[in-house]
Each structure stands twice: as structure tokens, then as C-alpha cells.
């Protein structure tokens, strides 16, 4: 059964950084792509990071510059590095995997398996 965890969430200030961990279970992270989705309250999913099995990334222009999505094979985890975070930046973030294939995607319907989520709340 595949899982996919996430942790590290919480509340910080407008300014500051936190760390998103996702641990995948059941599968291997490392030969697909992963992604990091976010959702607002009242909001559509969107799109935040994306890695490639090669660690080719992709960007929402929204996060450029500021947040850094990373893997580590050993761990199976995949990191979000969020910094000079925004209050628009609030929503639950998940990640998400591949089910067949390594590139990276911006695309919800690319992603089969998803983690429940963690909350970022950022405060002015």
C-alpha cells in the first residue's frame, strides 16, 4: 500500500521559513515525479513545486525564488523549503506522485498518489 506523509506545517510569521517533509511509503520516491500542491480556503488545488527523478524542477511563478522543492533517496522523502513566506501563502500543501512516470508536471489529473496534507498558516 502506498502512503504518502506529510509533516512540518504550522503557524509562522509573514517572513519566515518552514520545511515540509513528505515520506513515501510502499513505493519509491525516487524514480518518479513528486510534486507539492496547495489549497486555499475557498480556492481551486494549485500547483506549487514539481521535481523530476532527475531533480529537474518546476515552479509556480508565484513561489520562485522562494521556495525549494528537494528529494532525499535514502529518507524517500521530498522536501518543500518555503522562506520569505506571505500570508497568501496559507492553504493545506500536499505532495503528490507519479504512478508511472520520473518527469515533473504542473498538472493535478499527471499525479495518482496523494498525501492527506499539512496546514501553513502565515500571519501578517
Known amino acids: 500500500q502506498v502512503q504518502l506523509v506529510e509533516s512540518g506545517g504550522g503557524l509562522v510569521q509573514a517572513g519566515g521559513s518552514l520545511r515540509l517533509s513528505c515520506v513515501v511509503s510502499?513505493?519509491?520516491?525516487?524514480?518518479?515525479?513528486m510534486a507539492w500542491f496547495r489549497q486555499a480556503p475557498g480556492k481551486e488545488r494549485e500547483f506549487v513545486a514539481s521535481?523530476?527523478?532527475?531533480?529537474?524542477?518546476l515552479y509556480a511563478d508565484s513561489v520562485k525564488g522562494r521556495f525549494t522543492i528537494s528529494r532525499d533517496n535514502d529518507r524517500n522523502t521530498v522536501y518543500l523549503q518555503m522562506s520569505s513566506l506571505k500570508p497568501e501563502d496559507t492553504a493545506v500543501y500536499s505532495c503528490?506522485?507519479?504512478?508511472?512516470?520520473?518527469?515533473?508536471?504542473?498538472?493535478?489529473?499527471?499525479?495518482?498518489?496523494w498525501g492527506q496534507g499539512t496546514q501553513v498558516t502565515v500571519s501578517s
Open positions: 503528490a506522485q507519479r504512478r508511472f512516470f520520473s518527469g515533473y508536471s504542473s498538472r493535478t489529473a499527471d499525479y495518482y498518489y
Open positions: 510502499g513505493r519509491t520516491a525516487a524514480i518518479y515525479g
Open positions: 521535481a523530476s527523478s532527475g531533480d529537474s524542477t
